[in-house]
Each structure stands twice: as C-alpha cells, then as structure tokens.
C-alpha cells in the first residue's frame, strides 16, 4: 500500500508516505547505527485493533498501527526500525495503480485472498497466504498491486473475493541500493508449528526459509498455532507482535485477538498460546530508526 486513496471509488493514491518514512531517505547512502543515548527502559505496550486509524473509501479498509497519510500522531511514527503495519482489505477488481516507492524494505504477508505484485524492475507475481514477499525500493521503484488474479491468466474468469493482508515497511541500513524482489514458499514450515522466519537481514537466519531483507539489525518470523501450542517470543531492545488471525494469550498480559499488536521495548521471553487456531507475526529488531540518526 502506498498511501490514504485520494476519493471514495479511486484505486490511485496520492504520493504521500508514513511521515515518519522521511527518516530513512535522508543522510549519507549508508548508515551507520549509533551506539550513543541511553538504553531502553523495559516496557509493554497493548494496542488493541479497534484503537488504530483506519482509511474506509468503496473498495478498501485499511488499519494503521502507526501513523500513515493523513492519519498522523507524532507519538506513534514508528516502533524500533517498523514504521509501517497496515492490515489492508482490497475488493476483487480493485487496488493501488503504479506508485513510487524509495528506500524502504516492503514485506507483504497474504492472510485471505491473492494479490498482483508488478513493478518497474520487471517482476510480476501473484501473492497468496504463506508465500512471503519483499520489496526493497532502494533508489526508487514504481509498483502495483491489484486483486485481480484472472487478468494475468490472459482473460480468466473474474472472481468476487476481497484479499486481506498486512504490509510492513522497515526501514533498510543502507540507502540508495538497487531495487530488488523476493518470494518464498513457506506453508510447509509453517504447518510444522513454531516461529518460521519469514524475513530477515540478520546473519543466524542465512540458510533459513526466510526472504533477504536489507537490514541486519531486523526479522519478521511467523506462526500458525494450533489449539494448546505456544512459542516463546525472542529477546530483543525491540519487538512488535501483530495477531493476524484468530486469538492467543500472551503470558502475563492476557487475552489478544485478531488487530491487537503488542510493541515490547527491553524485554522478551514471553510465551504465547493458543486456545483456538491462530497466527502471529513478530519482528525482532536490534535497532531502532533514532539509531541511525545524528
């Protein structure tokens, strides 16, 4: 996703980005984190679904954990190097015309649905749940992305079906970089239980089933939770847990359901369970946007 569509029943958005996106396209072309200010104090902070701003025109709905568009909090730009959870639900036919993006790693997890990726580099793909997808903007890139499958099967039949996924931006360690393009299968390791890596720059997830991303400080792993499983979240200066699907407990805080998101600052460990089919996105991130500034 790009930005706030610009009128009910358009699928063009205008050129605006997550203000707090600004911090990774200016600078020097490469970054280096700081290693001065104080650390994190330990924190954990709930945000529940129906708290977070939401873009409703015809044919999206679209929820923001952090600020987006028009939708700005100067308190909420960002947490460690995310600066972008979007939980987006697109009608069939519709979806976001060729927009630009620049230095940002763009990761797109498909819960329900399928959606057209095509870009300017010459990629073109059809994303469906458990194949996990990268972007990285680098110096610039023009994309789309379309809920309309049956158009690259060369006139196929048109379906009815909204897709719903989350799209997370992160801010890379390094700009101005050659755009790139990544998918990967991962049903299979999924089906296995446990966190999967699902995206990651960091060094102890090469080899993995995990997509590259362009930041050695961040991954995004995932799990799919049968009733009675649980995993234990990593420990990490920063973590946020996004419940995509249906409703765990997170030890010591309590219920969460599909929406709820938990940012962890200085901690980690926690177990999670399931009582009930579910999934979970966490990012695990060793740094922080203010890391790279100064």
């Known amino acids: 996703m790009s930005a706030t569509p610009s009128s009910p029943g358009s699928s063009t958005p205008p050129a605006a980005v997550p203000p707090a996106a600004t911090l ?31 873009t409703r025109v015809g044919w999206l709905d679209s929820h923001h954990s952090f600020s987006f568009g028009h939708h700005y909090d100067p308190s ?14 697109v009608a069939a036919g519709t979806g976001f015309e060729t927009h630009p993006h620049r230095d940002m790693e763009i990761v797109t997890w498909v819960l329900r649905g399928s959606l057209v990726h095509q870009d300017s580099t010459g990629h073109s793909g059809v994303i469906y749940p458990g194949l996990a997808q990268r972007m990285s903007a680098g110096r610039g890139i023009l994309h789309s992305e379309k809920n309309d499958s049956w158009r690259l099967d060369g006139g196929g039949e048109p379906h009815d079906e909204p897709v719903h996924f989350v799209q997370m ?79 765990v407990t997170l030890e010591g805080t309590g219920v969460l359901r599909a929406g709820d998101a938990v940012r962890f600052t200085a901690t980690g460990g926690q177990r999670v369970s399931a009582s009930a089919p579910a999934e979970i996105l966490v990012w695990e991130m060793h740094k922080a946007i203010e890391d790279f500034l100064g």
Not at 25 to 45: F, K, V, Y
Not at 76 to 89: Q, R, S
């Open 24 to 54: 990774s396209t200016a600078g020097p072309s490469s970054a280096t984190p700081s290693s001065a200010g104080p650390r994190p104090q330990p924190r954990i902070d709930i945000r529940r679904a129906d708290d977070r701003a939401a």
């Open 76 to 89: 909420n730009t960002h947490h460690g190097l995310l600066l972008v959870n979007n939980d987006d639900t």
């Open 169 to 247: 931006w992160v801010a890379p360690d390094r700009r101005g970089i050659d755009p790139g393009y990544e998918q990967l299968e991962i049903d299979d390791e999924l089906l296995r239980g446990g966190l999967v890596p699902v995206a990651s720059g960091m060094a102890r997830h090469r080899g993995q089933s995990a997509i590259t991303i362009r930041n050695r400080f961040a991954a995004l792993c995932a799990a799919r939770l049968s009733p009675g499983r649980d995993v234990t979240l990593p420990e990490a200066p920063y973590l946020h847990l996004f419940v995509t699907q249906g409703e």
